[in-house]
């Protein structure tokens, strides 16, 4: 991975920036403030916040420019939104899982109140965080649509809701298609979209930024059912095995391992060629190379 210290720079940078913009845990509510910091501040890929800063960088935002600096509050945005959305996954009346990202999950270090409490206090303050971003008031103002469209019934929420509806059930690959379009795709395109928004990205960057932000996801969803059709619990930091055990639908079950390998196969094809498209008439010199190793990670990750 050529853009590997980029990265780890970047990934630092989005840690410092979510350090900061969390409340003390000092700070009364004590325990929520607490929660939300161990919610937030865990180990994690960081994926959502790195696209953002990657698509930004595409486009012509040096580090320690002031575009560089709203870039921050997207990244910080994205990633709170992801880490309230995993604190309500994890509750018993949704996923109910106990482990997440190698330690326990924030309903069982806390309670379920608190974790309740975490994930809205999390996504308003997501919100908050990008609504400061230094950039025009438009930029901003599209930035703030797009992570709201994102997360809502029509992202990421309908999404969540369509899982719960479809456990259980007989579902088809269109089923499954739309409900992780949804609930896991469309905060991974935000993501890539709004680094483009704040850096004003024309029209027609921003179709091609959701494009590849659209596959990303796709990719990134069906490398996450042979993953936890495949690996164990150790290696995902999650309990591994729980789509079947729960009776989802999923690439996997639908496809068969070796279909969903091979469906996987498809989209990063799809996804180069787009990457490689905006290169050549959009992101010169070599500006889409942490994009591209961005969008390899997804799809070729061992957790």
Not at 101 to 121: C, K, N, Q, S, Y
Not at 132 to 138: C, H, L, R, T
Not at 163 to 192: C, F, N, P, Q, Y
Not at 235 to 251: I, N, P, R, V, W
Request: a negative charge.
């Amino acid at each position: 991975m050529r853009s590997k210290a980029t990265l780890d720079a970047w990934r630092a940078r989005v840690d410092a920036v979510l350090d900061e913009t969390l409340p003390d845990a000092r700070e009364a509510p004590q325990r929520l403030h607490g929660a939300m910091r161990y919610a937030a501040l865990g180990e994690g890929k960081r994926l959502r916040p790195l696209l953002t800063y990657a698509a930004g960088a595409a486009l012509g935002a040096p580090p320690g420019s002031a575009a560089a600096d709203a870039l921050d509050h997207a990244a910080a945005a994205v990633e709170l939104i992801h880490a309230y959305s995993l604190v309500h996954d994890d509750l018993p009346a949704m996923d109910d899982d106990a482990l997440r990202r190698g330690r326990p999950t924030v309903h069982v270090a806390f309670d379920e109140a608190t974790a309740i409490l975490v994930g809205d206090a999390l996504q308003g303050l997501a919100f908050g965080v990008l609504a400061e971003a230094p950039a025009p008031a438009s930029a901003v103002a599209a930035a703030v649509r797009e992570l709201a469209r994102a997360a809502g019934s029509r992202g990421m929420c309908g999404g969540q809701a369509l899982d719960m509806a479809m456990t259980g059930a007989t579902s088809t690959l269109d089923d499954v298609a739309a409900m992780h379009r949804m609930k896991t795709g469309a905060l991974i395109e935000a993501a890539v979209v709004m680094g483009g928004l704040l850096r004003g990205a024309a029209d027609d960057d921003v179709v091609a930024l959701r494009r590849i932000g659209s596959l990303l996801g796709l990719g990134f969803q069906i490398k996450d059912d042979l993953l936890d059709a495949e690996a164990d619990t150790a290696t995902l930091g999650k309990t591994a095995g729980k789509d079947e055990a729960q009776g989802k639908s999923t690439y996997v079950t639908l496809l068969g391992a070796d279909g969903a390998r091979s469906r996987l196969e498809a989209v990063g094809r799809e996804l180069d060629a787009a990457l490689q498209a905006f290169a050549a008439s959009r992101a010169p010199d070599g500006r889409t190379e942490a994009l591209a190793d961005l969008a390899a990670m997804a799809v070729r990750r061992a957790r």
